[in-house]
């Protein structure tokens, strides 16, 4: 019997599962979750090998939309890129985050036909979280909402797809394009990219509610860090935040937003409106980046310097916040904090919502029985102990397990 096809029971622990903790036992075979029912009463047979979880809870991995990078790396460099994705792949592990969409912010075109080839999608494992896709912000956004984005690079989609397939190359490799949607041709643009199973978000744009319902309606499904680079709410005109309350939003047509619970880029009063208005849309990201996970000083953001000063990022010479250095676990405990919600809402915001959000909430974000076996264990202070992968441990912040 090969270590794959062996039965392992996950026993003494608590679990998240179907939006509630309850103290049970998790089976594992093949890197799937299975029934116990099936176990005791179709094979009956015990498990090869029981862990002792020692009370821990066990919840599904995070899953990361929105990530520049880490470590001194970013995923707009086209130097060194396969250590790159190496290195932050290998890191994301300790922050329990066990699948994640590298993003390239608005970058060169020459930065894209080389990096972009590189981020194609690959299974996880003590190595690294899985790479879901390249999540592309830019460069089809609105200049007067760039935040840190090179103002030389951005680009408008005037010629259709043509125009977007010129700039990336090949497509297959990207699972999300946030572009801004009051742009003539938008609604083509983003049909199209609907046909070929690309995720639109919207993003660093001025438009106005009726063009982010025109979006809508077109197949766009995802709103980039609300709150962050877009028209303030407005009592006459909502703009992209009033997606959350509108009308148009069906069983079919959902919509779902990403948001930065790091403390710094979103309000506690506003993490608790976005909770409040659409709890089943949101979903928590970290948009960290390059420098994240290092100290203080000048490093880099795609084709931009930055600082970092006091635990936030800068422009360098500015004050212009571009980007997060939070991990996704502590943007979880914060987001507890500031909005009061539960630790299951919580947890479930960094896991199964990006997973309905890219149509995978089968194999990831869910302990549901045929799920992948991708957890994480926590303690009680919901600080990650242990992240496992197909249900092998890839991390383990000590040694009795």
């Not at 025109?214 to 980039?224: V, Y």
Request: aromatic share 8%; with cysteine; charged share 20%.
């Amino acid at each position: 019997m090969t270590n794959a096809s062996k039965l392992y029971q996950f026993i003494n622990c608590k679990i998240l599962r179907n939006h509630r903790i309850v103290k049970e036992d998790i089976w594992v075979r093949d890197g799937k979750i299975v029934n116990p029912e099936r176990i005791f009463y179709d094979e009956k047979i015990s498990a090869d090998v029981k862990i002792d979880c020692k009370g821990l809870l066990l919840a599904p991995g995070f899953i990361e939309l929105q990530i520049n990078g880490g470590y001194g790396y970013d995923f707009s460099f086209i130097e060194n890129t396969e250590a790159g994705i190496e290195l932050v792949s290998k890191k994301l592990l300790e922050h329990g985050v066990i699948a994640y969409c590298p993003t390239v912010v608005t970058s060169p075109v020459d930065v894209y036909h080389t990096v972009l080839p590189k981020l194609y999608p690959r299974q996880g494992g003590a190595h690294g979280a899985t790479i879901l896709g390249a999540h592309v912000e830019g460069p089809f956004i609105n200049k007067e909402k760039k935040g840190a984005h090179p103002a030389n690079c951005i680009l408008d989609y005037q010629n259709g797809i043509s125009e977007l397939e010129r700039v990336y190359g090949r497509l297959d490799n990207i699972k999300i394009i946030t572009l801004a949607p009051e742009f003539s041709n938008s609604s083509s643009v983003i049909q199209e990219l609907k046909k070929r199973n690309v995720i639109v978000s919207l993003g660093h744009s001025t438009a106005d509610l009726l063009e982010g319902e025109e979006a809508l309606e077109a197949g766009a499904s995802l709103i980039t860090h609300l709150f962050n680079a877009m028209l303030p709410f407005h009592h006459r005109d909502p703009g992209l935040v009033g997606l959350l309350a509108s009308d148009k939003i069906t069983q079919e047509k959902k919509i779902f937003f990403g948001i930065i619970p790091d403390g710094i880029h979103t309000h506690p009063a506003a993490l608790r409106i976005a909770y409040r208005v659409h709890p089943d849309g949101l979903i928590m990201v970290t948009d960290a980046i390059s420098a994240a996970g290092l100290n203080e000083g000048q490093h880099k953001i795609g084709q931009l310097d930055i600082e970092i000063r006091d635990n936030k990022a800068f422009i360098a010479g500015t004050n212009t916040l571009c980007g997060s250095i939070a991990t996704m676990s502590e943007c979880v405990r914060n987001f507890m904090k500031a909005t009061g919600c539960s630790p299951e809402y919580a947890l479930e915001s960094a896991s199964l919502h990006p997973a309905q959000a890219l149509g995978i909430e089968d194999q990831k974000g869910t302990l549901n029985f045929g799920a992948d076996a991708d957890f994480i264990m926590l303690d009680e202070t919901f600080e990650i102990v242990s992240t496992w992968i197909s249900g092998q441990l890839v991390y383990n912040r000590t040694t009795d397990l």
